[in-house]
């Protein structure tokens, strides 16, 4: 059974190579992933099948040479004499076992305004610490200490997955967020324009319907004056500005594509690896250079079940490298109208996101021999509201 999952890839040379296929097909070898290699061909058989070939080796002028084995069988025979390997081995499994049993990670979420540094030091005057064992660690008690040591945590989970500690905690933004008793808001510009309505609810107006704004220059101020019996000021009052500023305002637009670009053809060539991580630290050596000139590069997690549980900063990933090569390419005029229409209905929509209306669009696309070019302006208009107002 071991013997039949293990594969050879071959190489065969020769002038009867057709005479060669015609042979393993009439006893039944299948020959898979064939591919050239200069003078050469390249393909991949069971194991199992070598035995058969080599008959018909014997018939024809085709020279044979094995590139490469793979399979849990030659692994195993190539590790027949290495006795010392399965007893570390066995070895690292039964410490991992036992590490297990150990607190090595702790995990603190949803803190804002509590340091990591404060809560772990806490946990440690409570006995709390890296190495001890869970068996240990009294999740219930742990959760009413923490409770009445830290007031502003509203809400609060411990709980023990694998070797890690979760603390999860809630804390209450209502006090944090509390603004002080003498605060002041104002209505600001939020780009250059000409100002086209002005509404206040609460505040003094400093600008009127026609002006001339830049961004950043006060609208509505949120000091209110308070008048005195003898027509002066007796007191002025701080509150928030609260009204609605309609700025009308231009946006110029240049969108610039280049007409010339690289397309990745892939070569069908794969190379596929493994890593073993911890606390993303890849063990052995280094992630080597890999000989292709130009690859991609995919990871994936397939750490077992397990090692999750028992150990979760260790990690095994499977890597796969696809070689491929860069062609130049060159939009076609249709093609790139149609890519810088898309970009410009992306800003259109990013404008009317912010709540920004479009009333006139002026723009036009051009070409040269190396680009194209979409550039114009927008004519918009921005109602400024008290939920756009910045502190000061």
Known sequence: MMFDSAYLEIEILGKERERFFNLCAFHHITLYHIRYKEEALLVKIKASDLFLMKRIVKKTEIKLRIIE??????????????????????????LLWICSFFLWNIEIKGNKYLSNVLITDFLQRQGVQYGMPLKNILVEQLEKNIRKEFYDITWISVSINGTTLILEIKENDTIRNQ?????????????????????????????????????????????????????????????????????????????????EYDTRIYTGEEKREYEFRYKENILGKNRKKFPYPKYDYYEEEITPGIIKKFLPEFKIYHILYREY????????????????????????????????????????????????????????????????????
């Open 325 to 392: 090569y860069l062609q130049r390419e060159k939009y076609t005029k249709q093609k790139g109208e149609e890519i810088l229409n898309e970009n410009f209905n992306k800003i259109l929509k990013s404008l009317e996101e912010k709540g920004v209306q479009i009333i006139e669009k002026n723009v036009k696309i051009s070409t040269n021999s190396v680009s194209m070019q979409l550039t114009g302006t927008l004519t918009a208009e921005q109602v400024i509201k008290e939920k756009d107002i910045r502190n000061e």
């Open 179 to 259: 603004k002080p008793e003498n605060f002041q808001n104002h209505l600001y510009a939020q780009e250059d324009g000409i100002v086209e309505e002005i509404l206040v609810r609460q505040g003094t107006a400093v600008v009127k319907v026609g002006d001339a704004v830049k961004k950043g220059d006060l609208l509505i101020s949120g000091e209110i004056e308070i008048p005195a019996e003898d027509g002066g000021i007796k007191k002025k009052v701080l509150s928030q500005a609260k009204g609605d500023v309609k700025v009308r305002y231009t946006v110029p637009i240049k969108e610039v594509l280049l007409l």
């Open 69 to 94: 084995k793979k399979g849990l069988y030659f692994t195993l025979k190539a590790m027949k004499y290495q006795k010392i390997f399965f007893l570390c081995l066995l070895s690292g499994f039964f």
